[in-house]
Each structure stands twice: as structure tokens, then as C-alpha cells.
């Protein structure tokens, strides 16, 4: 793995092996993805790095296994809120950020209901349409912040539908990690 340091990399190594560890009791990531968990999903969430300033607060939502916002608490440093309504799945956040010594705050509600001061950057990964993203993110997006969503093949068909309801200016970029994904970055954002 390129463009970590040394002690970021040993923290994703213990994150790695915690996932692993808790996956066969609590389903994280599908079982046939253990073997592609660095490539598949760890890398897939450290792409979202090279567009986050330092000292910035995120917002993930349905964080889930911790991609893409415990593994960008990790990489970055940057304070992550983690929202995400699985019970379980907030226990393994809260023991995953303990072992990596980094600064999340785990909220188990669902994101609709959730009360957190508006972050600079709101994340999410493979958790719903984009309409439906905008939706959750806005009233938890600082009004000059940005939202960072990796997509799949059908995000411009999704971005085609977003636009019946939201203004927004949107960047596109080729996903480092899967051959028909991208990542959107969307800012200013306001619906119709």
C-alpha cells in the first residue's frame, strides 16, 4: 500500500485483523470480500484522502465496518462522527477506534434522527441512491462544506435523478480501486 506512513499502515493492520476477527460473528462485509478486504474496501476508503484538508470535522453515514470514516479517522487524524443504527455494528466501531487510538464519536441512531453539529465533510459508501444521500446529508453539511460519496455504475443515472430535487455543483472522479466506480464531490447544495 502507497502514500501511508508507516504508523497508519500498522493501525489498518490492526483494524484488518479486528474486522476479520469480528466478521465471522457480526456480518461487516460479505465472507467472500475477507479476501479482497485491503483492495476492495480499505483502499477503496483511502482514496477519499486526497480530498480532505487537515483539521476538518466528517460526518460518515452508515458507517457500517468503519468504510469509508474509521478509515479515514485513521488515515487523516481528522475528528469522524460515525453514524450508523446497528447496534452491533456500533460496538465494533467503538472497539476499532479504541485499538487504532483515534478520534470518533460513534452515534447508533439512524441517520434521519441523529443530532450532530454540521461537519465540513460528510462521507458515505455503498448505502443508498444519491437523492436519498443528499437528503440525510444536508441538514449535517456546513453550508461552504462537501460531501465525498464513492459510487458504483449507475451513479450517473443517479445524479440524473438527484437533479429533479437539488442544486449542486458536482466533480466526478475515476474510482482508484473499481473500474466502474467514481467518486462524486459535491458542494453547494441546496434543494430545488
Known amino acids: 500500500m502507497t502514500g501511508v ?3 497508519t499502515h500498522e493501525k489498518l493492520e490492526r483494524f484488518a485483523a479486528l474486522l476479520e476477527q469480528w466478521n465471522s460473528r457480526i456480518n461487516l462485509i460479505s ?3 475477507m479476501a479482497h478486504l485491503w483492495s476492495r474496501h480499505i483502499e477503496d ?5 486526497a480530498h480532505i484538508p487537515a483539521g476538518v470535522r466528517i460526518i460518515d453515514l452508515g458507517s457500517g465496518g468503519g468504510f469509508p470514516g474509521l478509515i479515514l479517522a485513521i488515515a487523516t487524524g481528522n475528528p469522524v462522527t460515525l453514524i450508523e ?4 455494528k456500533c460496538a465494533f466501531l467503538r472497539e476499532a477506534s479504541r485499538l487504532c487510538g483515534v478520534k ?3 452515534i447508533a441512531k439512524r441517520i434521519e434522527a441523529a443530532e450532530v453539529e ?20 444536508e441538514p449535517l453539511l456546513k453550508k461552504e462544506g462537501f460531501c465525498l460519496f464513492l459510487k458504483g ?15 449542486m455543483t458536482t466533480e466526478s472522479f475515476p474510482s482508484q480501486s473499481s473500474e466502474d466506480g467514481v467518486l462524486l464531490k459535491i458542494s453547494e447544495l441546496k434543494r430545488v
Request: glycine share 2%; hydrophobic share 35%.
Open 85 to 88: 443504527s446497528d447496534q452491533r
Open 5 to 7: 506512513s508507516r504508523e
Open 153 to 167: 455504475r449507475k451513479a450517473s443515472d443517479e445524479l440524473t435523478d438527484a437533479t429533479r430535487d437539488w442544486h
Open 31 to 33: 465472507p467472500r470480500d
Open 118 to 137: 454540521p461537519a465540513d465533510i460528510i462521507t458515505a459508501r455503498a448505502l443508498a441512491p444519491l437523492s436519498r444521500l443528499l437528503g440525510w446529508a
Open 45 to 49: 476508503s483511502l482514496q477519499l484522502t
Open 104 to 106: 470518533t464519536t460513534v
